[in-house]
C-alpha cells in the first residue's frame, strides 16, 4: 500500500524557491511513477510534473518547464519538486500521488494521493 506524505510547502517572495518532499511509508514505491499536481482556490486540480519508477523520464506542464525540477530516490522512497524562479500563479495547493497507468496528465492515471502542502508566492 502506498502512504504519501507531502512536505516542504511555505511562504515566499516571487523569483524564490522551494524544495517539495513527497515520502512513501509503503514497500511498493519504486513500482510506480509518481506525479505532483496543484490546486488553487477556486480552480481544478492540474498536472505539475511526472516521473517515472526509474527516474529515467520525466513530464512537466508548459507552464512549469525550465522551472521546475522532479527527481526521486526509490532508496528513501521520496519523490521531490524543486521549484524555482517561482511566481504568484504558481501559489496553490500541492499534492503528489502515484501514477497506476494511462496518459500522465489527467487526475484519473492517479491513484493514493498525499494531503498537500501549500505553496504561496507573494508578489
Known amino acids: 500500500q502506498v502512504q504519501l506524505v507531502e512536505s516542504g510547502g511555505g511562504l515566499v517572495q516571487a523569483g524564490g524557491s522551494l524544495r517539495l518532499s513527497c515520502a512513501d511509508s509503503?514497500?511498493?514505491?519504486?513500482?510506480?511513477?509518481m506525479g505532483w499536481f496543484r490546486q488553487a482556490p477556486g480552480k481544478e486540480r492540474e498536472f505539475v510534473a511526472m516521473i517515472s519508477r526509474s527516474g529515467g523520464n520525466a513530464f512537466y506542464a508548459d507552464s512549469v518547464k525550465g522551472r521546475f525540477t522532479i527527481s526521486r530516490d526509490n532508496a528513501k522512497n521520496t519523490v521531490y519538486l524543486q521549484m524555482n524562479s517561482l511566481k504568484p500563479e504558481d501559489t496553490a495547493v500541492y499534492y503528489c500521488a502515484a501514477h497506476v497507468g494511462g496518459s500522465v496528465y489527467p487526475t484519473g492515471s492517479y491513484q493514493y494521493w498525499g494531503q498537500g502542502t501549500q505553496v504561496t508566492v507573494s508578489s
Open positions: 509503503g514497500r511498493t514505491f519504486s513500482s510506480y511513477g
